[in-house]
Every structure is written in structure tokens, then in C-alpha cells.
């Protein structure tokens, strides 16, 4: 039984994914949560949208374990997104075919306060509510104080995180095979607080914490939680697992891209930097969208993503639902 999450943006692209499964005359339930469904062995969650889709699908599953392919909707594939929506019918013939494979990927059990969260794919990350804020914190693994720490934060990330938000903040990309996990202090005053790459059977704490705001986790950038005492992190029991077809996964050349991007990164003005962010996290919009998420003003809107098209770093493309508006998405 194939499970698709489809994207309520679009009407059109959701008709579209459900005529070519119904094409393969294989049996399928689409659904707007995949919390809504009770799963049995061989059932396999489809996700049509980006890679925050995608991380949004784990969440909804939990601690289920149950496989996922992601469809990216444009032509650009993401680290989560297996295949562009024009390679489906492709996919649906490998998977009635078994032609497939089972990628396990290692997540991260969080307890803030002795509250259990839902496992991070990506990472968890620390940091004051307020930005440019000073947050104070005892790093301890496996009952053995690490560091005591002022920085902007501290992130835990997965190997599959490491090419993300660790990434960003001066973390070291990790092969996703890899049994670690890393943790980055971003923008530390002490020099000598450096990326730690621990066993990924480590017992992370993270307490002692103060600042002169609240402080909260932020799992997979999405959920957020205040932190009132301590953090505790290790791995969890069910890893996230993805669907990897023939001849299609690409992690190294995608890392190489990563490190290509942050060089170019370095030559453009931050206002365009801010659009880049805003992708990656939100997923495609349109110029109003962007406007409204980032609150730059129009015209410096418009200046910067005719620089980051300019450089291919953003392509656009007319939005199914209103042909007048163009929908902007990272290359």
C-alpha cells in the first residue's frame, strides 16, 4: 500500500501524482497527515514537496517505522527529495518492480525537561529566543563534563544534518553512513570551542543553561520548544528511513554543490542570503511570499533574485494555480 502526502499548495500537481499511481493500478491512499493511517509491513509513504515536506512526514510518523520516498515538485532534487515529479512514473515501475532500497538513517531522541519530543532527522539546536543574545551552557557526554560554553547556541546534528544547518554554522560534512553525531557551537567567545564528533551511542546533556532571554530547542527547524533546566540527547531506537531508487542517490556530488554554494555565498549581498534561507526552509514561493516572510522591502527583493537567478542559484516558474505570478525555488 503506497500512502501519499500531497501538497496542499496545488490541485493540479495533487490530481496529477494520483493519475499516474492510479496508471500502475497500484493501491493507495492519499492523505493530508501520514499521523492518519495505520501501517503494515511493506507500506511506503510517498511525500510530494521539498525536503521540509519531507522532515514535516517524519514528524507525522513518529516512531513508526515506515519508508519514504520524497518527490520533489520542481526539477531540482533535494538531500530528502528522491526524484523531480517528472521521474514518477520511473519511480512507481521500480517500486511495483522492488526495485529499491532501504536507507536507514540515524535520528535523535530529544527530552527537554523531562519531556519527550518528536525524534530530530536533522538536528536540535539550542539558542535564546531573542537573536545577537548570549547563551550559557555545560556540554556534558556520557557523564563527562565536555566544556562550559558562551556562545549564540549549540547544535546536535545527525550525519544526515550535517550537510544542513551544522553545516552552515562551520560543522564538518558527514558521509550519512557514518555512526555520529556532531556538535557545533555557533559563534562561541571561547577560539578553542571547536565542532565534536562523538559515537553516535552518546549521551549528550545539555543544562546549566542561562541567558538573559528564554531559551528554546528548535528540532528540524520547525518545532520549538522553551527549555527551563536541561536537554537530553541520544539515539533513537527507529531511524528515519528513505527510499532510495536505481541510480539516484547522489549525496556526495549534492555535498560538493554545498561547498561550491558557500563560496558563492560569499559574494553576494546579505539581503540575497536571506531569500536562499528563506527557500530552504519554506520551500518554494512566490515574490509576494517571499516579501512577506522576509519583510524586505519590493524593490530589494526584486534586485536580489534577479542577482541569484542571474548566478543560477534560484530558478523560477509560472505558479500552476495563477499563471500571472512566477514561483521561485532554489537551483
Known sequence: MLYVRLPGRSEKLASEVCSAIEAFNMEYRPLKSLADAEYMDGDIAIVVGTDSD?????????SRCVPVLGICETETRGFLTEISIKDL??????????????????R????????????????AAIFPSKSATIMEYTLTVD??????????GVIISTPLGSSAYALSAGGPMVVHKAKVFVIVPVNSLDVTR???????????????????????????????????????????????????LPGSSYVL????????????????PPSAKLILKTLEYEGPLTHRELVRKTMLPDRTMRQALALLIGKGMVK????????????????
Open 253 to 268: 556530488e549534492k555535498m560538493v554543490k554545498k561547498v561550491q554554494l558557500a563560496e558563492e555565498l560569499l559574494k553576494i
Open 89 to 106: 512514473p520511473q519511480a512507481l515501475e521500480n517500486l511495483q518492480k522492488k526495485r529499491y532500497v532501504i536507507e536507514e538513517n540515524v
Open 108 to 123: 535523535l531522541s530529544v527530552s527537554v525537561d523531562d519531556k519527550n519530543l518528536l525524534p530530530a532527522v536533522n538536528e
Open 143 to 152: 557523564d563527562e563534563i565536555v566544556w562550559r560554553d558562551y556562545s549564540d
Open 54 to 62: 519531507v522532515l514535516k512526514a517524519f514528524h507525522e510518523l513518529g
Open 194 to 244: 571547536r565542532p565534536l564528533v562523538i559515537p553516535d551511542d552518546s549521551k549528550v546533556l545539555i543544562n546549566g543553561i542561562h541567558s538573559r532571554v528564554r531559551c528554546e530547542v528548535v528540532i528540524d527547524g520547525t518545532i520549538r520548544l522553551k527549555v527551563d533546566n536541561r536537554i537530553c540527547i541520544k539515539k533513537h531506537e527507529v531511524p528515519a528511513r528513505l527510499v532510495r
Open 316 to 331: 523560477r516558474k509560472p505558479l500552476l494555480r495563477d499563471a500571472r505570478q512566477k514561483l521561485y525555488y532554489i537551483a
